[in-house]
């Protein structure tokens, strides 16, 4: 994810996936580009073409929010990629802040409390920080010191552990994205080693953006069987960097059993 024109990339990506039929204009079939050409777009949103290249070019990074609105709304983007738009065009907020990698002790406390629920830590690059026995004995990749971005698509025993595994895919893609800091140079490193992976490469290319959120996920445990777990994200007061995941059963189901039977 290179810091200096991500809001370029961005507008180039998702301009190439508006249909022009969708946009009401022709499309004759001898496009040179899919999706909308950059003259297409600036008149759709109302503004010069000379100027969107210099957006999409990196020239100019921080358009004004009328700009913005005007591209959300001919882009057709839905809330969380609006909400990424914005965020790419804002003011540097200044330095990087240290990821903090500790975790308090009443926040270990808390995920054991969780008898039979799992739940986990990890920060804004997906590494694991923490986790309760039953989050480690539902999947390897909820062990402290996993990556979860990684093992989803470096590890086959992931693709094999998710029944919907090119949904969760994408969806780990686009959370990466929107959570992590494109200015932290240990999100290039991690991007740079992942585009190796095709299916990676490809998601990461389409610039969707889509923060963590309550879902439901199912698991093919090759122990316990098939689980549909509902998975909470929890900010850490005092921490922001670090999210608490956590997973439940609907009481008295078939998920709750195999719960029950993971230690």
Sequence with gaps: MAADNTLGAFLKARRGRVPPSRAGLPDHGRRRVAGLRRDELARLAGISEPYLTRLEQGVDQHPSPQVLRALARALELDDDARAHLFALAAPEPGPVRPTRTEVAPDVHRLLDAWAGTPAYVRDRLFDVLAANKWARALAPLYEPGH?????????????????????????????????????????????????????????????????ARDELKRFAHPVVGELALRRQALTVGGAEQQVIIVYQAVPGSPSEAALARLL
């Design 147 to 211: 990556n979860l971005v990684r093992d989803m698509f470096l590890d086959p025993a992931a693709r094999r552990l998710f029944p919907d595994w090119p949904e969760i895919a994408a969806q780990t893609a686009a959370a990466l994205r929107a959570e992590a800091d494109p200015r932290d140079p240990r999100v290039g490193r991690l991007v740079a080693e992942l585009e190796a992976d095709e299916d990676f490469g490809h998601l990461w290319a389409r610039h969707d953006a889509r923060p």
